[in-house]
Nanobody, 126 residues
Framework: EVTLVESGGGPVDSGGSLRLSCVVS????????MAWFRQVPGKEREAVAT???????TIADSVKGRFTLSQDNAKNTLYLQMNSLKPEDTAMYYC????????????????????WGQGTQVTVSS
């Protein structure tokens, strides 16, 4: 069983930065995908960024150039560095993980991930 715990969210002014963390515990597959999703009330959860065990990443166009992924394998932690934050980045951010069954980039589809954290709220004020 994989457990994911996010942290690092909070209020921030427009133009500011936050770093979200996702600590992974429990069994982890040799081939895996992890992702950050975000959701605002009334809207579908959308993928922000993905990464696999080969360190191949995808970044959503809406955050490209502002958000970056990194990982610390020794700490079993995935990070999402968010710079130049905008009010439209306000959302609940979720970490997700699952086994990788195919080669190449990880899916950005919600249904491809079975393991989720509880979420961390990011609120960007203008």
């Amino acid at each position: 069983e994989v457990t994911l715990v996010e942290s690092g969210g909070g209020p921030v002014d427009s133009g500011g930065s936050l770093r979200l963390s996702c600590v992974v515990s429990g069994y982890m597959w040799q081939s895996w995908c992890m992702a950050w999703f975000r959701q605002v009330p009334g809207k579908e959860r959308e993928a922000v960024a993905t990464i696999n065990d080969d360190a191949m990443t995808t970044i959503a166009d809406s955050v490209k150039g502002r958000f970056t992924l990194s990982q610390d394998n020794a700490k079993n932690t995935l990070y999402l560095q968010m710079n130049s934050l905008k009010p439209e980045d306000t959302a609940m951010y979720y970490c997700a993980a699952d086994r990788r069954f195919t080669s190449g980039l990880c899916s950005r589809e919600l249904g491809k991930y079975d393991y989720w954290g509880q979420g961390t709220q990011v609120t960007v004020s203008s």
